[in-house]
C-alpha cells in the first residue's frame, strides 16, 4: 500500500512537522480504509482520493471502526473544506460542501487543522 506524507503549508502539527499516511485511491482500499485497526498514532492518518468532486462520493461510514477520528473533507487543491469529529460505530458523514479528499486523522489533531487551510500532500 502507498504511503505519503502530510505537511501543514502555514506551520507544524505541534510536536512533529508531518503526518504519516496511507494513501487509497482504489475503490476496495476506500473501502477498508482503517476499518478494523486497533488504533492509530498522532502522526499518522488516512487519505482517501476520489475521482471527482462531490458530496456524495466524500461520505465516510464508521462502520467497525474502534475509535472515533477526525475528518478533514478537502477539494481537489487540497484545502480544507470542511472537518468532523467521527465517533466509532457512526452510521454515516458527509461534508457540507464538495469535497475530493478525505483525510483521516487521530482527534487530537482536530484543532490543529482548519477550515480553509491548505495541506501538502507529498510520495514518502
Not at 464538495?98 to 500532500?121: M, V
Amino acid at each position: 500500500m502507498k504511503k505519503v506524507i502530510i505537511r501543514k503549508l502555514s506551520e507544524d502539527f505541534g510536536s512533529f512537522d508531518r503526518l504519516e499516511a496511507w494513501y487509497f485511491e482504489n475503490f476496495f482500499s476506500r473501502l477498508k480504509g482503517l476499518m478494523f485497526k486497533k488504533n492509530i498514532s498522532i502522526n499518522q492518518a488516512g487519505i482517501f482520493v476520489n475521482k471527482n468532486e462531490n458530496i456524495v462520493d466524500s461520505a465516510i461510514h464508521m462502520l467497525f471502526m474502534n475509535f472515533d477520528i477526525a475528518v478533514f473533507w478537502l477539494d481537489k487543491k487540497n484545502t480544507i473544506v470542511d472537518k468532523k469529529i467521527a465517533k466509532k460505530w457512526g452510521l454515516i458523514y458527509y461534508p457540507h460542501v464538495k469535497s475530493q479528499k478525505i483525510l483521516e486523522t487521530h482527534t487530537d489533531l482536530f484543532e490543529k487543522l482548519q477550515i480553509g487551510e491548505k495541506i501538502i500532500i507529498e510520495n514518502l
